[in-house]
């Protein structure tokens, strides 16, 4: 297949590693990837704050820029990201009609069909719940809000990582609690999302896990930052950045983290200084 990856601004920006992984992943698998140039935020953050009409420029630029994919030029577009892609699919074409584009709204919708994230194209599209990876440290994973809530994507990423050769995966305690960043909600209801995050962190610490996994950086970027300050020993890795890994090219993680066979798989304070 050619894919076409949408990066998403935040792991374009602050975490590009999880997007290369998605690269190295899909490449792995014998697919195409292609990575418009563009391409640059999905317009959810203006959305979701109520700037709708300040929103149409940028929705515009995201459908624009992902249109051939409704021409069938590629076969799908990935976004490493549950938020990014409910966003496209459920709020895009709504904002081109409310500015009256409905040439465009339709567009959206074409290009919304086409838009998978990753967990949802590697199961629902390729057919896949094992892709080869290795990685062989003690895991757990969290189900993002609106991965959860808004695209309704079940079980698969855990089905992926159960597939995963040499994982501890280990059960996240209310693991669909949400951990307290909402985009802007952190910066509007700053005591509210700090709660939230020190019961997440205290349930990652708990099950002993080296690596804390999601669908979504932004959230990753907060419960990471949390157990980087309480020095947990705790790393914040992507979905795709543990699927791609494998014993040839295996995902780094940083001193101090051991492997489930090794002498100390669970975190340590030494991982952070």
Known sequence: MRIALAATCIADTLF?????????????????????????????????????????????????????????????????????????????????????????????????????????????VLGLTDVGAWFPHRVTYHPTCHSLRMLHVGDRPVRLLRAVEGIDLVELPEAESCCGFGGTFALKNADTSAAMLADKTAHVRSTGAAVVTAGDMSCLMHIGGGLSRQQAGVRALHLAEVLASTRQDPTPLPRGVFSTSGAAAGPTAEAVR
């Open 16 to 124: 590009p590693d999880a997007p290369r992984a998605v690269v190295r992943l899909l490449e792995r698998l014998g697919h195409e990837v292609v990575f418009p140039s563009g391409q640059a935020c999905c317009g959810q953050m203006h959305v979701n704050t109520g700037y709708t009409a300040e929103a149409v420029g940028v929705v515009r630029n995201h459908v624009t820029t992902f249109a051939p994919v409704a021409d069938g030029e590629w076969d799908a577009v990935v976004i490493p990201s549950g938020s990014c892609a409910g966003s496209v699919r459920h709020q895009s074409a709504g904002v081109c009609r409310r500015a009256g584009l409905d040439a465009l709204a339709t567009t959206a919708d074409a290009v919304a069909a086409r838009t998978y994230e990753l967990s949802e194209l590697l199961v629902d």
